[in-house]
T-cell receptor
Framework: SQQGEEDPQALSIQEGENATMNCSYK?????LQWYRQNSGRGLVHLIL?????REKHSGRLRVTLDTSKKSSSLLITASRAADTASYFCATDADGNKLVFGAGTILRVKS | EAQVTQNPRYLITVTGKKLTVTCSQNMNHEYMSWYRQDPGLGLRQIYY???????DKGDVPEGYKVSRKEKRNFPLILESPSPNQTSLYFC?????????????FGQGTRLTVV
């Protein structure tokens, strides 16, 4: 069963704009991760945020976590065409596995 | 370079013909897993392995087998493939299970069963 649910399902923006994707989950978590997947390729880890952290930055990425609302957001600033991909959040439904949401498809138009 | 290598990348086979998808990692990771990805269903875990000779079922194990005889290898076996196993498959490894450790994914195997 899916633990994380991303929103929106799809997002289309112009190059240079910011892109925000949201992830909601159902049960308490210890950590949350975001991954990127280029079309048909393997997932690539972007960032990990722990349950005691509220915000984390990595380059043009900013992730927030609100455990009271059971939600996280991924912001990509100054987007580029190369950011076109699917983005997934992953949480730990139990200790042994990542549980992924259905993903947000981001298209950045140049 | 740290990587997870899957082979083959693409495979078309016929119903009932046994096949194996290989997965190898070079990071000495304890934990390995297999996922399948289908449109609208996201990634679902098939099997996972906590260590050598330790494997367990994920969410969708029916029709699949795995083995972990060596730490680096975790092959996925379809004894009698059926068309509903047509999917995109990913192998992943991490230092330990759960979301506390970054998972490294292979490039994927696109399987078509006719």
């Amino acid at each position: 069963s899916q633990q994380g649910e991303e929103d929106p399902q799809a997002l289309s923006i112009q190059e240079g704009e910011n892109a925000t994707m949201n992830c909601s989950y159902k049960t308490s978590i210890n950590n949350l991760q975001w991954y990127r997947q280029n079309s048909g390729r393997g997932l690539v880890h972007l960032i990990l945020i722990r349950s005691n952290e509220r915000e984390k930055h990595s380059g043009r990425l900013r992730v927030t976590l609100d455990t009271s609302k059971k939600s996280s957001s991924l912001l990509i600033t100054a987007s580029r065409a190369a950011d076109t991909a699917s983005y997934f959040c992953a949480t730990d439904a139990d200790g042994n596995k990542l549980v992924f949401g259905a993903g947000t498809i981001l298209r950045v138009k140049s | 370079e740290a990587q997870v290598t899957q082979n083959p990348r693409y495979l078309i086979t016929v119903t009932g013909k046994k096949l194996t998808v290989t997965c190898s990692q070079n990071m000495n990771h304890e934990y390995m897993s297999w996922y399948r990805q289908d449109p609208g269903l996201g990634l679902r875990q098939i099997y996972y392995s906590m260590n050598v000779e330790v494997t367990d079922k994920g969410d969708v194990p029916e029709g699949y087998k795995v083995s972990r005889k060596e730490k680096r290898n975790f092959p996925l076996i379809l004894e009698s493939p059926s068309p509903n196993q047509t999917s995109l498959y990913f192998c992943a490894s991490s230092l330990y299970p759960g979301v506390g450790a970054e998972a490294f994914f292979g490039q994927g195997t696109r399987l078509t069963v006719v």
